[in-house]
């Protein structure tokens, strides 16, 4: 059984920081992985990816804020967050890339507020 455990999230001032874990199992780790989140009200959006090779592409408002890697050995995937804003605040989920419907999880909380 395929399983994503993501960690990390929390509350956080706006400019500070938080760095997201995302433990996979059940399923080969060479496959592309990605961070999406859903804010409240709003459908679920990809944040970043990162290819079996390490390549990776943010979306255009994380550049420079946000750095997305994977550790292989510990079949993890991360997310650096800087510079967090109030527009950040969400679930935060991982899954492959493209997403595979049946292996959302739970998802990590995080909220920036003053």
């Known amino acids: 059984q395929v399983q994503f455990v993501e960690s990390g999230g929390g509350l956080v001032q706006p400019g500070g920081s938080l760095r997201l874990s995302c433990a996979a199992s059940?399923?080969?780790?060479?496959?592309?992985m990605a961070w999406y989140r859903q804010a409240p009200g709003k459908q679920r959006a990809l944040v970043a990816f990162?290819?079996?090779?390490?390549?990776?592409n943010l979306g255009d408002s994380m550049n420079g804020r946000f750095t997305i890697s994977r550790d292989n050995a510990k079949n993890t995937v991360y997310l650096q967050m800087n510079s967090l804003k109030f527009d950040d605040t969400a679930v935060y989920y991982c899954n492959t890339y493209p997403p595979t419907q049946s292996y959302w999880g739970q998802g990590t909380q995080v909220t920036v507020s003053s």
């Open positions: 990162i290819t079996t090779g390490g390549s990776t």
């Open positions: 059940g399923i080969s780790f060479h496959t592309h």
